[in-house]
């Protein structure tokens, strides 16, 4: 049996509580805010002891797992402070918002010699597994080109109740990296390591730092090109969108869900998709913890088997450099040559 603390109390802890309880070898032991009343608040809402000192938090008896669900911009102490005293970690995406604090946070994980997890839920769906399985089998070809379209929509009071979503120190930015860095996590996967890319943000609808519209051209290690659309001010807001083309075949996953697929010399037959698919399209809430405590399961059984897992903190950074990649672009108004240096 783990035993469990998160650090965070906002909605996201919420899914995180409920997954991690729904796992038999998994015990939510404690929560800790950085504010008095909102531990407050937690110890009442989860029923067990909240702290709003991390360093007492961290004392609590036989913790294992500390789950980061703070701001993003705001994982790296906390993170740092757990890896110092042996614990695991497990931490909301994105890993952080600049290359720099992710490798901090990666080395860190690394000499204290703990496991680190980083969320990317949209990895479980079964749909993107037969997706992935078919691409890695060559089923589609040689890959000739990758999209990824997050064109969703958020309303007014998303940003303007919130003291730190769409600000650049402690969102990162906008729409990529908030919102479209779980379908780019998954371009990523499909479609392998980036050469170069080309983009462009603007702020065009919301009162924000970051962007609310994201565009690039992306050039693939392979060979293949691809574009990337991400928006928070697009109405009303369509599901997430992954397209894939080979010489072969192509496919499409859209909301979670494959709806359409198509090899050559092979019969179509899109079979009904059984697994349970949330778009956060117009609704940051509208998702479901279904797939977090599939990502749970998986890390706590790599804990208790010595096993691997899908995201560690080498694979989260891919979704990020690319992310930086394209405000990096934006910026200077020219291409970016993968790696680069910020």
């Not at 469990?4 to 996201?12: F, H, L, M, P, Y």
């Not at 360093?55 to 993003?72: E, G, K, M, V, Y």
Request: aromatic share 8%; proline share 2%; hydrophobic share 40%.
């Amino acid at each position: 049996m783990k035993k469990v603390g998160i650090i965070g109390t906002g909605a996201i802890a919420g899914i995180h509580a409920a997954s991690i309880r729904a796992i038999k070898n998994a015990e939510l032991v404690a929560v800790c805010s950085s504010s008095p009343d909102r531990a407050k608040e937690a110890e009442s809402k989860f029923g067990i002891k909240a702290y709003s000192d991390i360093q007492a938090f961290l004392t609590h008896p036989d913790l294992d797992i500390i789950c980061i669900c703070t701001a993003s911009g705001q994982h790296l102490e906390p993170a740092l402070a757990a890896a110092k005293v042996g614990k695991h970690l497990i931490i909301e995406k994105p890993i952080e918002v600049t290359l720099a604090r992710a490798d901090q946070l990666i080395e860190a994980c690394q000499v204290h010699g703990v496991k680190l997890a980083v969320i990317f839920q949209n990895r479980f769906s079964s749909d993107y597994q037969k997706l992935k399985s078919a691409v890695d089998a060559g089923l589609f070809g040689k890959l000739l080109m990758g999209n990824a379209y997050v064109n969703w929509f958020r309303n007014e009071e998303y940003y303007s109740k919130s003291d730190w979503k769409g600000t650049i120190a402690v969102d990162g930015g906008g729409a990529l990296i908030n919102q479209g860095i779980h379908t780019i996590d998954l371009l990523l996967d499909l479609m392998g390591e980036v050469s170069s890319l080309f983009g462009q943000v603007k702020t065009t609808y919301h009162q924000i730092e970051g962007e609310d519209l994201g565009v690039a051209i992306v050039n693939f290690k392979n060979g293949a090109i691809g574009n990337i659309t991400s928006a928070t001010a697009l109405y009303p807001g369509l599901p997430e969108r992954i397209e894939i083309f080979g010489t072969k075949g192509s496919a499409i996953l859209e909301g979670g869900k494959i709806t359409h697929w198509e090899i050559k010399g092979s019969e179509t037959k899109l079979e009904e998709s059984q697994v349970f698919s949330s778009s956060g399209a117009a609704d940051p809430m509208a998702i479901s913890g279904v797939l977090h405590q599939l990502q749970w399961a998986e890390f706590i059984d790599s804990l208790e088997n010595e096993g691997e897992y899908s995201v560690d903190g080498t694979t989260a950074r891919k979704s990020l450099e690319l992310i930086r990649g394209i405000y990096l672009s934006s910026k200077r108004q020219s291409i970016v040559n993968f790696p680069f240096e910020e």
